[in-house]
C-alpha cells in the first residue's frame, strides 16, 4: 500500500509565497507520474502541475505557468511545488496525485493525498 503525505498550506496575502511537499511511502512501487491538483469550492479538480517520470518532462496548468516550479527529491519520493506570486483565485485545496505500479508490467493505479487547504487573502 502507498500513502502521500502532504504537508506546507496556509493563509498567505496576495503576491506571497508557499512551499507545499508531498512524500510518498510504502512497500516497492515505481511512480509513473507524481504532481498537484487542485479543487477550488464548487469547481472541478484541475491540473497544476506535474512530473512524467517517462522522458522527465513536466507539465503546468497555464494559469500557474511563471509562477509555480515543481521539482522532486528521488531518493526520497518527495515532490514540492513552490508557488511566488500567489494570487487570490490560487486559492485551494490541494491535492498530491500519484499514478503508481508495484512491478514493471503490472497495472497502475492513481493515489491522493489528503489535501492542503491553501488561501490567498487578498
Known amino acids: 500500500q502507498v500513502q502521500l503525505v502532504e504537508s506546507g498550506g496556509g493563509l498567505v496575502q496576495a503576491g506571497g509565497s508557499l512551499r507545499l511537499s508531498c512524500v510518498a511511502s510504502?512497500?516497492?512501487?515505481?511512480?509513473?507520474?507524481m504532481g498537484w491538483y487542485r479543487q477550488a469550492p464548487g469547481k472541478q479538480r484541475e491540473l497544476v502541475a506535474a512530473?512524467?517520470?517517462?522522458?522527465?518532462?513536466?507539465t503546468y496548468a497555464d494559469s500557474v505557468k511563471g509562477r509555480f516550479t515543481i521539482s522532486r527529491d528521488n531518493a526520497k519520493n518527495t515532490v514540492y511545488l513552490q508557488m511566488n506570486s500567489l494570487k487570490a483565485e490560487d486559492t485551494a485545496v490541494y491535492y498530491c496525485?500519484?499514478?503508481?505500479?508495484?512491478?514493471?508490467?503490472?497495472?497502475?493505479?492513481?493515489?491522493w493525498g489528503q489535501g492542503t487547504q491553501v488561501t490567498v487573502s487578498s
Open positions: 510504502g512497500s516497492a512501487f515505481i511512480i509513473n507520474t
Open positions: 496525485h500519484a499514478d503508481i505500479r508495484v512491478a514493471l508490467g503490472r497495472p497502475s493505479y492513481d493515489y
Open positions: 512530473f512524467i517520470t517517462r522522458g522527465g518532462t513536466t
